[in-house]
T-cell receptor
Framework: DTEVTQTPKHLVMGMTNKKSLKCEQHMGHRAMYWYKQKAKKPPELMFVYSYEKLSINESVPSRFSPECPNSSLLNLHLHALQPEDSALYLC?????????????FGPGTRLTVT | GQNIDQPTEMTATEGAIVQINCTYQTSGFNGLFWYQQHAGEAPTFLSYNVLDGLEEKGRFSSFLSRSKGYSYLLLKELQMKDSASYLCAVTDSNYQLIWGAGTKLIIKP
């Protein structure tokens, strides 16, 4: 199974809402990533978890809060977002953080903030 | 600083061959990846190069020259479904992926 799954596929939320994005992989990968991607731009790294611990936070605003409940799951909690946060949110996983390993991406959550 | 350059857009004909170039300047180098991304979808892994030379995978090949900071992705026997963006990404000394802006490839019949 080389699949990363993400739910929901689409999400529309108001600026006062609280919502969560979910990501799951069953490949035994120990590194998991959240990316944000705007149209016609490359993915922009937000957070990296390695062995369920937060390893990298790319100066992401606190209205985005990641969580890694176990080695297979990764959540991104959203609160008080701004319209400019509308984007495709991608989850990815790789065998490990250090080393030359390809990242497997989920299908993404298309987020619209109104 | 970290910099990866690739052409913004290329056009090619179905059945032909196209080469997408990528040049990079990064703090350290641990490998170079190529990903394909169709509009509105997630990137999918195509190939990676760690050592100089050519890696072949079916219709797709990728070349690396570390001394020149240069790579290319070669696509043969182009098909309409190859219309997509192709992203070059370099793993730096901290094993972080530094992404190029992507090359949008348009295939014409």
């Amino acid at each position: 199974d080389t699949e990363v799954t993400q739910t929901p596929k689409h999400l529309v939320m108001g600026m006062t809402n609280k919502k969560s994005l979910k990501c799951e992989q069953h490949m035994g990968h120990r590194a998991m990533y959240w990316y944000k991607q705007k149209a016609k731009k490359p993915p922009e790294l937000m957070f990296v978890y390695s062995y369920e611990k937060l390893s990298i936070n790319e100066s992401v605003p606190s209205r985005f809060s990641p969580e890694c409940p176990n080695s297979s799951l990764l959540n991104l909690h959203l609160h008080a977002l701004q319209p400019e946060d509308s984007a495709l949110y991608l989850c990815a996983s790789s065998q490990a953080l250090e080393g030359i390993y390809e990242q497997y991406f989920g299908p993404g959550t298309r987020l619209t903030v109104t | 600083g970290q910099n990866i350059d690739q052409p913004t857009e290329m056009t090619a004909t179905e059945g032909a061959i196209v080469q997408i170039n990528c040049t990079y300047q990064t703090s350290g180098f641990n490998g170079l990846f190529w990903y394909q991304q169709h509009a509105g979808e997630a990137p999918t892994f195509l190939s990676y190069n760690v050592l100089d030379g050519l890696e072949e995978k079916g219709r797709f090949s990728s070349f690396l020259s570390r001394s020149k900071g240069y790579s290319y992705l070669l696509l043969k026997e182009l098909q309409m479904k190859d219309s997509a963006s192709y992203l070059c990404a370099v793993t730096d000394s901290n094993y972080q992926l530094i992404w190029g802006a992507g090359t949008k490839l348009i295939i014409k019949p």
